[in-house]
């Protein structure tokens, strides 16, 4: 049987002090440094832990105990050896979807809230009332994408939307994107266009209106199709500088925004989001430079972070339930923190069902060379 990795974290990490339990924690991630997924888990365990000493600064107490779950752990016998788990307030993980349902059977029995801090599509979240998923689903999303964006517009302009086809067939979700798009625009009276890529300069500008604002949406995610267009639409304002254009974007182009961020300006880009992290925050600065000097190790160069990610999900739910008990849903009323790089509130998925993360954000590329953040 899997090894059992129970770590006193009071006594490993001198910082967080003498705890005395007042919000029970468990970590059920792959903790196995040796490997790609344990690395970055450890990285994340360690985020929660600094939740921890500030919530402890605080006056928060708490006690935690971590299994190591690697993709092969047998989860119903590691959890029947390790009767501590079964009063957890609240469990993060796990970290791979063939564990779901055993820890979700074993929460039932026992009440414990359980985070599932990267798994998407968990089909036991329709069922189960003690599950929390953090990312968003991929057509739940997309609706959503749509949906407040054309509200988010037509509430502070007169517009129009020109659908660009971009003749990508390798994009599988072009067919559902545009029907989404017209059916959100149908429900506000907002006009749709409909034009090709490889129309002429003539024929293209056709498709845009001088009096009203174009928004602007590609049925592909390529960042090909997307460079092409962007250029397509530079070219038309210079020559058409009346014609005002906003581009919807894709969550993918997030990844892109710093090499295209000119070109992102130019149009007016808003790209939908989870996550953003400014490296300039104060708070962001103070938890990177704990990091390094607990933990002797520069934080892992990916967005999102995992240890923003552990920090701000472990305070968060930490802090709540030190707040509201078992009462608390982490739904928009309950809000405890502020969220570095995810915001945090959750819907319930059905009667009888979990909770997901409803937050969503556009990341706003500004004709001013300026961005902001929107939260929805």
């Known amino acids: ?68 779950t690697p993709a092969n752990a047998d989860i119903k016998s590691l959890l029947d050896a390790t009767p501590t788990m079964k009063d957890r307030d609240v469990i993060f993980g796990p970290f791979y979807p063939q564990h779901v349902e055993g820890v979700a059977s074993f929460a039932s029995k026992n009440g414990n809230k359980v985070v599932l801090p990267y798994l998407t599509n968990t089909k036991e979240l329709n069922t189960n009332p003690n599950l929390f998923q953090i990312a968003f689903n991929a057509v739940p999303m997309e609706q959503k994408v749509v949906e407040n964006f054309i509200t988010l517009k037509v509430q502070k302009e007169d517009l129009q939307v020109v659908i660009i086809d971009c003749n990508d067939t390798t994009d599988t979700r072009c067919p559902s994107l545009t029907a989404l798009v017209k ?64 581009v919807l974007g894709f969550s993918s182009w ?51 972070s995992y240890v923003i990610s552990g920090f701000d999900q472990g305070y968060y739910f930490i802090k709540g339930i030190s707040k509201y008990g078992n009462a608390f849903v982490g739904s928009k009323v309950q809000q405890v923190s502020r969220q570095m790089q995810s915001p945090l509130w959750f819907n319930k998925v059905s009667v009888n069902g979990g909770y997901m993360n409803n937050a969503l954000m556009f990341i706003h590329f500004r004709t001013d060379k300026k961005t902001e953040l929107i939260m929805q």
């Not at 967080?16 to 888990?41: E, F, H, N, Y």
């Not at 600065?285 to 999102?304: A, H, L, M, N, T």
Request: aromatic content about 8%; some cysteine.
């Open 254 to 304: 997030q990844m892109s925004s710093r090499q295209l961020y000119e070109a992102f300006c130019r149009n007016d880009v808003y790209v939908p989001s989870t996550f953003y992290c400014n490296p300039d925050d104060r708070k962001v600065k103070k938890i990177c430079d704990g990091y390094r000097f607990w933990f002797k190790s520069e934080p892992y160069p990916v967005s999102p």
């Open 1 to 68: 049987m899997m090894k059992k990795i129970c770590i006193v974290f009071c006594v490993l990490f001198l910082f967080l002090g003498t705890m005395t339990g007042q919000v029970k924690v468990g970590i059920m991630l792959p903790l196995d440094k040796g490997s790609a997924d344990g690395t970055r888990m450890v990285e994340y365990c360690r985020g929660v832990l600094m939740a921890v000493d500030s919530l402890k600064q605080e006056g928060v107490s708490v006690d935690i105990v971590t299994l190591n």
């Open 183 to 246: 059916s959100s625009c149908n429900e506000h009276d907002v006009k749709v266009r409909v034009t090709n890529i490889m129309q002429t300069d003539k024929n293209f500008v056709k498709a845009f209106s001088k009096k009203k604002e174009n928004v602007v949406v590609l049925n592909s995610s390529s960042l090909q199709k997307m460079q092409e267009v962007l250029t397509r639409l530079d070219k038309m304002r210079e020559e058409e500088p009346k014609i005002q254009c906003a």
